[in-house]
C-alpha cells in the first residue's frame, strides 16, 4: 500500500477532451476512500494540448496521469521517455512522473485488453475485425499480434490490410469471428448509435468485444446478442488497465 510521504497528499488525473462521464475519476478516489490513502483524483478536460503544459505547471502535486482519446497519440511528443510497449504500440494512456521530475509514457490499455479478452476466447476465434482506426485501436492490434490471431481493420475509408463499412459481406464476417469495436459509436448519451454493420450474419460463433462501458449493454452488443453472439463490454478492460496504472504510479 502506498504511504503518505511527508506532508505532502498526491494527485491523480486524467487528461482526454469531453470526459465529464469519465470512469477513472470514481474508481480512483473510490480506491483512495477504501484504502485510505490521502490521495485525491481529477479531470483535465482540455479542449487541445496546448493546455497540458499548464496543467503540469499549476499541479505541482501530481504523480501520475491517464490519458485517453483523442490524446493517447498526440500526447506522445510531450514525454521524456516511453516504455518498449508504449513504443511499440505509438500510444500512451498512462505517464508517470519519476523522481527525477520526468515523464514516462506507459500504456496499460493492452494489459486490460489482453487479460479480459482471453478468458471470452475459443479454438475457432481465429481472426478478428477491428472497427476504427484510431489510438485505442492500436493496443488491440498489439494484443491480437500477441495472441497469434489475425486481424482487418474496417474503417470509412479504404486502408491497407482493411475493409470499409460498405464492403463488408456475409462470408467477409463468417470468417472473422471476432468484432472489436474500437469507435466511440454507442458511448452515453448516443445510445442509439452503433457501428454499420450486416448484423444479420452473426452467429453463436461470433464475439462481439465493446470497448464502450456506458452504457453496459451498447447497441452493437445488443445487436450482436440477438444474434446469438457472445458480448462483452470493456468494463473490466478498464479496471484491468486502472489497476495496472495504480501498480506503475506506485513502484
Given at each position: 500500500m502506498a504511504k503518505?510521504?511527508?506532508?505532502?497528499?498526491?494527485?491523480?488525473?486524467?487528461?482526454?477532451?469531453?470526459?465529464?462521464?469519465?470512469?477513472?475519476?470514481?474508481?480512483?478516489?473510490?480506491?483512495?476512500k477504501n484504502e485510505g490513502l490521502p490521495y485525491y483524483y481529477q479531470?483535465?478536460?482540455l479542449e487541445d494540448l496546448s493546455g497540458f503544459r499548464a496543467v503540469l505547471e499549476q499541479n505541482s502535486d501530481l504523480k501520475g496521469l491517464n490519458v485517453t482519446i483523442p490524446y493517447k497519440e498526440s500526447i506522445i511528443p510531450y514525454m521524456d521517455r516511453l516504455s518498449k510497449t508504449a513504443k511499440r504500440i505509438g500510444a500512451v494512456n498512462t505517464i508517470k512522473f519519476t523522481k527525477k521530475g520526468n515523464l514516462k509514457g506507459y500504456n496499460t490499455d493492452a494489459f486490460g485488453f489482453k487479460n479480459s479478452l482471453k478468458p471470452l476466447l475459443s479454438k475457432h476465434h481465429q481472426s478478428a475485425l477491428i472497427l476504427g482506426t484510431g489510438g485505442a485501436s492500436q493496443a488491440i492490434v498489439y494484443v491480437l499480434i500477441k495472441l497469434g490471431l489475425s486481424f482487418n481493420y474496417v474503417s470509412r475509408s479504404?486502408?491497407?490490410?482493411?475493409?470499409?463499412?460498405?464492403?463488408?459481406?456475409?462470408?467477409i464476417i463468417k470468417t472473422h469471428q471476432i468484432i472489436i469495436n474500437c469507435t466511440p459509436l454507442g458511448t452515453f448519451p448516443n445510445v442509439?448509435?452503433?457501428?454499420?454493420?450486416?448484423?444479420?450474419?452473426l452467429d453463436t460463433r461470433h464475439l462481439l468485444f465493446d470497448l464502450i462501458y456506458n452504457p453496459s449493454m451498447t447497441e452493437f452488443m445488443k445487436r450482436g446478442a440477438s444474434q446469438g453472439a457472445q458480448v462483452s463490454n470493456g468494463k473490466k478492460m478498464l479496471e484491468l488497465q486502472a489497476e495496472k496504472a495504480w501498480s506503475i504510479w506506485m513502484t
Open positions: 503518505k510521504q511527508g506532508n505532502i497528499v498526491y494527485k491523480f488525473g486524467l487528461v482526454g477532451r469531453h470526459i465529464e462521464y469519465s470512469f477513472s475519476r470514481h474508481f480512483f478516489n473510490e480506491k483512495f479531470n483535465f478536460d479504404k486502408r491497407d490490410n482493411g475493409f470499409t463499412y460498405d464492403e463488408l459481406t456475409a462470408e442509439d448509435e452503433c457501428p454499420n454493420l450486416p448484423y444479420e450474419h
